[in-house]
């Protein structure tokens, strides 16, 4: 067929953890979410319906031996994914921020990017029914002008939008200029997720 796929967007998903580390890790997530008054405001202020260390804790991986052992399997992922990215790196990416979300019911978060950085994910702590998947928005869409729909059988590839469901002990990974979206949580109870960029 002389039709060929050009420009790839890369997405990466892999399963990592183990039961103890999720476990501590909630744990860990649950006690930050009460302690940091900060991060507690800041959620507040900007209209996040939950809880995100985001601007308040910047030092997790050293603060937390939970959070420590999962930059570990988070350092080997990223390596992975550029790799499979082909990305020509003077030397290897390291981690800038990693912080944690704590998603009540009806919260979401709009479509952004995250600019300053290569590589960004999403590693799911706990992920109850109907909690929102992660939407991935095809970057020529502002450029697509008069470009018709798709049918609904089309191919993952040809779609505007892709949806990503997560699961517990799910990462993804993703080249930061990709614009991205939580969807709103529609269970009963909290989703745990501890996002992350790589520079």
């Known amino acids: 067929m002389p039709v060929r796929s ?7 998903e892999a399963s990592i953890g183990s039961p103890q580390l999720l476990e501590e890790l909630e744990e ?10 900060a991060g507690r405001r800041w959620s507040r ?7 995100t260390s985001y601007a308040s804790l910047g030092d997790l991986p050293a603060r937390d031996p939970a959070f420590a052992d999962l930059k570990r399997l988070l350092d ?3 390596k992975k994914f550029a790799a499979a990215s082909h990305f020509d790196l003077g030397k290897p990416l390291r981690m800038d921020s990693l912080w944690v979300n704590i998603l009540k019911p009806g919260g979401m978060h709009s479509g952004h990017i995250h600019p300053h950085s290569v590589v960004s994910g999403t590693f799911y702590v706990s992920v109850p029914d109907g909690s929102g998947a992660l939407k991935l928005e095809d970057p ?6 008069n470009a018709p729909g798709r049918d609904d059988d089309a191919p993952e590839h040809l779609l505007p939008f892709v949806y990503a469901e997560p699961a ?5 990974l993703w080249e930061s200029w990709l614009r991205h979206e939580v969807m709103p949580n529609m269970g009963k109870q ?4 501890i996002s992350f960029n790589y520079s």
């Open 190 to 193: 909290e989703r745990i997720s």
């Open 28 to 37: 860990s997530c649950r006690l930050f979410a009460q302690e940091d008054s």
């Open 140 to 145: 020529r869409l502002p450029m697509l002008m």
């Open 45 to 51: 202020d900007h209209g996040y319906r939950g809880y």
């Open 6 to 12: 050009l420009f790839a967007t890369q997405f990466y």
């Open 168 to 172: 517990v002990g799910s990462v993804f």
């Open 76 to 78: 080997k992922e990223v």
